[in-house]
């Protein structure tokens, strides 16, 4: 009887792994392609090989210029909302203040507005100091939505480390910076690592402020995607080849931090 319900749970697993990542292989034969050829025939593997696709993304200015831009500000934003979050966890896992599940609440609301929300706003306030199409407008502008979020998961790792362990620290004659940075850091790595990626994952693939405060020099990725339509239709072949490409940094981050990943949804907080 067991042995019968483990192999359909098995076959299960297998159909549901099939059918994810059936659009991805998709992706893939087509950037293989020509536009001819997708348009003209259904096949499951490639009639002739190119890798032309991909060389118009490596030598056109437009394509590899927005893949670049789009690992500098997510790297940026990264950083940036896993210092922030790091400091702001602590208080709200290690202290109690007024008004602290008030204020852990509203960073949560955050998380849940939609960008566009905020797109007017941020606009505005980008025009007049400056800092439209830039890396650090995009990176800033993501913090709104990935604080809250790395707050949130980090908070739940640092709630998990007895509080007697900074007590001990303390008498054992440790500041606060030596010992977070010595001790209280490499207990809630995974954690770090949990919060990295998820950080990274929203900001790569956020396409409405990216594509909105950005227009040449900090163009992303994603937003020179939405633009293959020429006069002689949309560039099927190339655009499959780009969404291959984006998908290589988001799997080389779950390869790093897979383990880490895995110990955050067994502890609840993913």
């Not at 991805?24 to 002739?48: A, C, D, G, K, V």
């Not at 439209?132 to 939505?145: E, G, K, P, S, Y």
């Amino acid at each position: 009887m067991h042995e019968h319900r483990f192999k359909k749970r098995t076959l299960f697993l297998w159909l549901y792994v099939v059918f994810a990542l059936l659009p991805i292989y998709w992706m893939f034969n087509m950037s293989l392609r020509t536009n001819e050829e997708i348009l003209s025939t259904f096949t499951l593997f490639p009639q002739h090989i190119t890798f032309a696709n991909y060389m118009t993304i490596f030598t056109d200015e437009s394509w590899y210029s927005g893949y670049i831009n789009s690992l500098i500000y997510v790297g940026m934003n990264t950083l940036i909302s896993v210092s922030v979050a790091l400091p702001a966890a602590y208080a709200f896992s290690r202290y109690s203040f007024l008004g602290d599940k008030h204020v852990f609440f509203w960073l949560l609301t955050n998380r849940m507005t939609p960008p566009a929300v905020f797109l007017l706003p941020f606009f505005q306030l980008y025009t007049t100091v400056g800092l439209m199409d830039t890396h650090l407008a995009v990176a800033l502008a993501h913090l709104l939505f990935n604080v809250p979020l790395a707050v949130w998961i980090l908070e739940g790792f640092m709630s998990g480390i007895p509080r007697e362990i900074d007590e001990t620290a303390y008498i054992d004659g440790y500041s606060f910076p030596r010992f977070f940075v010595r001790i209280f850091l490499p207990l809630i790595k995974a954690g770090v690592g949990v919060t990295a990626f998820f950080c990274f994952m929203f900001s790569w693939v956020e396409l409405l402020l990216a594509r909105t405060l950005t227009s040449v020099n900090a163009k992303p990725i994603v937003a020179t995607m939405t633009r293959t339509v020429s006069a002689s239709g949309m560039d099927w072949a190339t655009l499959a080849a780009a969404g291959v490409l984006t998908i290589v940094p988001g799997a080389i981050v779950i390869w790093f931090v897979r383990h880490y990943i895995a110990k955050g949804f067994a502890m609840g907080r993913v």
